[in-house]
T-cell receptor, first 111, second 117 residues
Framework: QKEVEQDPGPLSVPEGAIVSLNCTYS??????FMWYRQYSRKGPELLMY????GNKEDGRFTAQVDKSSKYISLFIRDSQPSDSATYLC???????????FGEGTQLTVNP | GAVVSQHPSRVICKSGTSVKIECRSL??????MFWYRQFPKKSLMLMAT?????????EQGVEKDKFLINHASLTLSTLTVTSAHPEDSSFYIC?????????????FGPGTRLTVL
């Protein structure tokens, strides 16, 4: 069983839709949770970072962590074609330590 | 945000040759750098963790004699793929952590696409 599970998609939505991306994990030691966006043939770019359980909002993006369920989510409101990318969840047990990535979900926002 | 560069962005080489990839942190000092490889439509697989001035720590299954890592300064780490073979063809990505600022964030480079003929 993988430590981090993420549906690879692909996910296709119309412009303006609310997008929900999710990951589940099995390692209860994970405390730090991140979402990265990766455009084709580029390196990942950090979108959101959350420590322990709770919500965090940044513009159109909201990250949620539910440690009791070992479940994290990223919501994108008013999705735009420029949001089309692969979204990777990542998590670690300690600050700055090695990251364990999900497989990534490929998202396409259609104009 | 912090900037990490990689060079070259793309390299094509013949089987049996060695290839060096550079990873630089441009506006911060990276006490720790990480090297990943990524296959098409797959996630990032950590290969090794590199700390400035010390030997790299390799993940299980990664051959340290094949993937040589040097982290000689706080702004530069290099990955050398020795005697490359077609199965080494992949997207190699580095990341760097600003340890002096006590940061948790890993900043990723743009990646290097290696094709071994």
């Amino acid at each position: 069983q993988k430590e981090v599970e993420q549906d690879p998609g692909p996910l296709s939505v119309p412009e303006g839709a609310i997008v929900s991306l999710n990951c589940t994990y099995s390692n209860s030691a994970f405390q730090y949770f991140m979402w990265y966006r990766q455009y084709s043939r580029k390196g990942p770019e950090l979108l959101m970072y959350t420590y322990s359980s709770g919500n965090k909002e940044d513009g159109r993006f909201t990250a949620q962590v539910d440690k009791s369920s070992k479940y994290i989510s990223l919501f994108i409101r008013d999705s735009q074609p420029s949001d089309s990318a692969t979204y990777l969840c990542a998590m670690s047990a300690a600050s700055g330590s090695r990251l364990t990535f999900g497989e990534g979900t490929q998202l396409t926002v259609n104009p | 945000g912090a900037v990490v560069s990689q060079h070259p962005s793309r390299v094509i080489c013949k089987s049996g040759t060695s290839v060096k990839i550079e990873c630089r942190s441009l506006d911060f000092q990276a006490t720790t750098m990480f090297w990943y490889r990524q296959f098409p439509k797959k996630s990032l697989m950590l290969m090794a963790t590199s700390n400035e001035g010390s030997k790299a720590t390799y993940e299980q299954g990664v051959e340290k004699d094949k993937f040589l890592i040097n982290h000689a300064s706080l702004t530069l780490s290099t990955l050398t793929v020795t005697s490359a073979h077609p199965e080494d063809s992949s997207f190699y990505i580095c990341s760097a952590r600003d340890g002096l600022a006590g940061g948790y964030t890993q900043y990723f480079g743009p990646g290097t696409r290696l094709t071994v003929l």
